[in-house]
T-cell receptor, first 116, second 113 residues
């Protein structure tokens, strides 16, 4: 299996621009998680989906952030408009199911976002 | 509110030494606890997952234990190698309110050859 795939790996944009991050979970996994990692705040869960349905989006920082999962093999995290404080590494992770204690989360390589 | 703390923040040891990394959490109502490794500029690699009903898990030179009542987990690394140098993170999945995952800040390990 190719693992969790994220694109792009690096994104540099200017303040005010729209940014879209993409994720393909491991085939057969029903849960997908979006995280953000910064030096100051560490790893934070932004949102997660179970069977394509958003379950907990309490970590989404502001209305500028939105996430979708139109099907089992694809998810997007969008920031519009972007701000310099959004600069971070964004990780996508997937697991077989969100509601089983057996299931490990597997992480993608991350997207390093820089907003100038 | 669940808080996860990892001590020490950084650790430097000579090759061959056995070592213990610590993770503590404030709310014992957890679903599971997972240990990860993160190399600089890379994603997270899952090492071990302990379910709330388990006491420990082992994989090769790694052993993770869980004591829910005291809110603690330890990751034991036997016969450390330079290739073990990385940041180790523990993540606690709570069993209420949507199974949210909370990460510790990590322990940065350096194993000297």
């Amino acid at each position: 299996d190719a693992g969790v795939i994220q694109s792009p790996r690096h994104e540099v944009t200017e303040m005010g621009q729209e940014v879209t991050l993409r994720c393909k979970p491991i085939s057969g996994h029903n849960s997908l998680f979006w995280y953000r990692q910064t030096m100051m705040r560490g790893l934070e869960l932004l949102i997660y989906f179970n069977n394509n349905v958003p379950i907990d989006d309490s970590g989404m920082p502001e209305d500028r952030f939105s996430a979708k999962m139109p099907n089992a093999s694809f998810s997007t995290l969008k920031i519009q408009p972007s701000e310099p404080r959004d600069s971070a590494v964004y990780f996508c992770a997937s697991s077989l199911s969100a509601d089983s204690s057996y299931n490990e989360q597997f992480f993608g390589p991350g997207t390093r976002l820089t907003v100038l | 509110k669940q808080e996860v703390t990892q001590i020490p923040a950084a650790l430097s040891v000579p090759e061959g030494e056995n070592l213990v990394l610590n993770c503590s959490f404030t709310d014992s109502a957890i679903y599971n606890l997972q240990w990860f490794r993160q190399d600089p500029g890379k994603g997270l690699t899952s090492l071990l997952l302990i379910q709330s009903s388990q006491r420990e898990q082992t994989s090769g030179r790694l052993n993770a234990s869980l004591d829910k009542s005291s809110g603690r987990s330890t990751l034991y690394i036997a016969a450390s190698q330079p290739g073990d140098s990385a940041t180790y993170l523990c993540a606690v999945r709570r069993d209420t309110g949507g199974f949210k995952t909370i990460f510790g800040a990590g322990t940065r390990l350096f194993v000297k050859a």
